[in-house]
């Protein structure tokens, strides 16, 4: 039997990226953080997270492999989510992770909160380990504002810095056209930078029940992005995708989070496809949007425990 505690044990996790369906910043709060509110949306594009725990050794050992060798610092989000929650849990003994890096990076895809999510959930699996949520919730929030919606998948509401979520019903699956500008990439601190400048202009806005009503009611359409003026402003032709998404059939286009990524909403995947022609020199990815049962079989979780 103790033989058998320290035995190797593996899981295979596939890490969503994500778009937002409206995006609002509504002003800088007193911790210099914004204000946000957006709805979350999971597609199918996704890294894979390989997590294997050898229990039984008297310290935590980390280690971390990656077909990107440049995610392999001291900060990436996968080995500060395995030490947190191993510390949480009282875990000892050794985790290795190996990740599959597809999502493309700095593009507003929430990839590295995905895959921070994913090795919360990875260890608890494999360790069989239980906290209650709003202890999970906190982990994830400490680790990044957009890690406790990946605990959930499918749709929610996100208000204050993003990590508080509230899972909406899902909307019906609709195939999305994401294009990833190769030569392109959007700091996210300078995104906040630029939209801080404009804030003082802004109307009052929506309340949140009028919020959700204008961005999720409508079901893929009135899609809104409050990054988009500032970062188009100076990256235009990320205003030129959206609009090329648009002439070739797009229900709406958006930017990705703070960018600089761009989507289209599609009929079906043949038009995503034609469409995705015109974008020779970037990265395009054709995918679809998952519902919330659809991302926990996927994951082998139930955010309730």
Same mark, same amino acid.
């Given at each position: 039997m103790a033989r058998a505690t320290n035995m190797k044990r593996s899981v295979r996790l596939r890490a969503f990226a994500k778009i937002n369906l409206c995006l609002h910043v509504v002003g800088r709060r007193p911790d210099a953080y914004h204000e946000l509110?957006?709805?979350?949306? !999971?597609?199918? =594009?996704?890294?894979?997270?390989e997590l294997s725990i050898t229990p039984g050794t008297s310290t935590l +050992? =980390? &280690?971390?492999?990656?077909?990107?060798?440049? =995610?392999? &610092?001291?900060d990436n989000l996968v080995l500060r989510a395995i030490d947190a929650i191993s510390r949480e849990i009282g875990f000892q003994g050794s985790v290795s992770a190996h990740l599959e890096k597809r999502i493309p990076v700095a593009r507003g895809l929430g990839g590295g909160s995905s895959d921070a999510a994913a090795a919360l959930i990875g260890l608890l699996r494999l360790t069989k380990k239980k906290i209650p949520l709003e202890r999970l919730m906190e982990i994830a929030a400490g680790l990044g504002a957009d890690v406790p919606f990946f605990l959930f998948g499918g749709r929610a509401l996100a208000v204050n810095r993003g990590d508080e979520i509230y899972p909406l019903p899902n909307g019906p699956k609709q195939t999305i056209l994401v294009v990833s500008p190769r030569d392109i990439a959007v700091s996210t601190k300078d995104a906040y930078e630029w939209i801080s400048a404009e804030l003082t202009k802004r109307a009052k806005p929506p309340k949140i029940w009028g919020f959700c009503a204008l961005c999720w009611s409508r079901q893929g359409a009135g899609i809104s992005n409050d990054f988009e003026r500032p970062v188009f402003s100076r990256y235009p032709r990320l205003g030129e995708i959206r609009d090329a998404l648009l002439e070739r059939g797009a229900a709406d286009a958006a930017l990705a989070g703070s960018g600089s990524a761009v989507f289209g909403v599609f009929r079906n995947p043949a038009q995503a496809r034609r469409a995705a022609?015109?974008?020779? +020199?970037?990265?395009?990815?054709? !995918? +679809?949007? =998952?519902?919330?049962?659809?991302? &926990?079989?996927?994951? &082998?979780?139930?955010?309730?425990?």
């Open positions: 509110r957006t709805i979350f949306q !999971v597609i199918s =594009l996704h890294d894979t997270l +050992e =980390l &280690g971390l492999s990656s077909n990107d060798k440049t =995610l392999l &610092g001291p022609r015109a974008f020779p +020199e970037d990265s395009v990815f054709v !995918v +679809e949007t =998952l519902s919330r049962e659809d991302y &926990g079989r996927s994951l &082998g979780w139930r955010v309730n425990g």
